[in-house]
């Protein structure tokens, strides 16, 4: 590919002496853009999560840049060594081993390092599977109005799992985790345990690839579902969030943010903003605006 064919990648400056965060396919190498491929070209060099494994994605499009991996284990270090090199006014790409740098893999720690020495950062977007999992979900996404949280990988400590389980099954926002192969069935089966039965669960297998599945279904269906599923590969999985009842949230959340906003805001006002925030109805979002004021004030 020549950069003329496209003058469209020539619209936005590419300064020397910034580290380009470059994205990279999920699965499917036809992911790859036009503007990845572009700035992979031009810079002096490539710093990965694996060098080896990019190795293979760089000769694919007959990329050879210097390589240096820079990975969980020595981020840090890795920031400062190519910090010398922006100094030194080169361009250097950081990418991971698939999908966008910094989700639920390295990047964060050395942009941070990179921006805090002063140096730009570039974003060149593209895959994520997250992006495209939200981007098909419909139904799951559908009673948070589209709005969610991402919780990356859910911790391998009992407690911290735990924790995240409780999350899920409180949050009026839908909830989005990556998981693997090995510990898929038993999450599902937690999650099983935990949400209530009408929870809408989207699971995303193998985006992009050849045995890409995507299947929605309702908590309850979870175990009949494992009987016969295939848990190879890679999932995103996305949680519906919880429709508020306003009995089991009295003494919760939306009465606690309630009572902390409740000295500056008229209970219309403030009745507007829970029903916003937390999907409620008006009538429901009235009467906790209405508990939350002091008894004299009501
Ligand atoms: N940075 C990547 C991104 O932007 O999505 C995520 C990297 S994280 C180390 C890898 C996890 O992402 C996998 O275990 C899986 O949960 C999810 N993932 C990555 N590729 C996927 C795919 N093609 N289909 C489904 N999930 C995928």
């Not at 499009?61 to 010398?84: D, S, T, Y």
């Not at 080169?90 to 390092?113: C, F, H, M, Q």
């Not at 599902?188 to 690839?209: C, G, H, N, Q, W």
Request: proline residues 4%.
């Amino acid at each position: 590919m020549k950069s003329s064919d496209f003058d469209f990648l020539l619209e936005q400056d590419l300064p020397r002496g910034a580290l380009y965060v470059v994205a990279t396919p999920i699965g499917n190498m036809g992911d790859i853009t036009l503007r990845a491929l572009h700035v992979l070209n031009l810079v002096d060099g490539i710093a990965c999560e694996d060098t080896r494994h990019s190795a293979m994605l760089l000769n694919q499009f007959e990329i050879r840049k210097p390589l240096i991996a820079l990975h969980e284990h020595n981020e840090i270090e890795g920031a400062k060594a190519l910090i010398k090199n922006l100094q030194n006014q080169e361009r250097w790409a950081y990418i991971s081993d698939a999908g966008t740098p910094g989700i639920s893999d390295p990047g964060v720690k050395l942009v941070n390092e990179v921006t805090r020495a002063g140096f730009r950062v570039i974003p060149i977007p593209g895959a994520s599977a997250i992006v495209a999992a939200v981007s098909v979900a419909g139904s799951s996404l559908a009673q948070s109005e589209g709005r969610f949280q991402f919780l990356g990988f859910l911790s391998t400590q009992t407690k911290e799992f735990d924790l995240a389980l409780n999350l899920i099954a409180t949050s009026p926002l839908a909830s989005i985790f990556y998981e693997t192969p090995h510990r898929i069935e038993k999450t599902l089966l937690r999650l099983y345990e935990t949400l209530s039965p009408d929870r809408l669960v989207f699971i995303a297998r193998e985006l992009s690839k050849k045995f890409e599945e995507l299947v929605h279904i309702r908590a309850d269906a979870i175990p009949k579902w494992l009987e016969n599923a295939n848990l190879k590969g890679e999932f995103v999985v996305i949680v519906s969030g919880c429709a508020l009842v306003l009995g089991d949230f009295a003494n919760g959340e939306v009465s606690r943010l309630a009572k902390m906003l409740t000295p500056y805001l008229g209970s219309k006002e403030l009745s507007e903003i829970l029903a916003d925030y937390f999907q409620l109805s008006k009538k429901e979002s009235y009467q906790i605006a209405l508990k939350a004021k002091p008894d004299k004030i009501k």
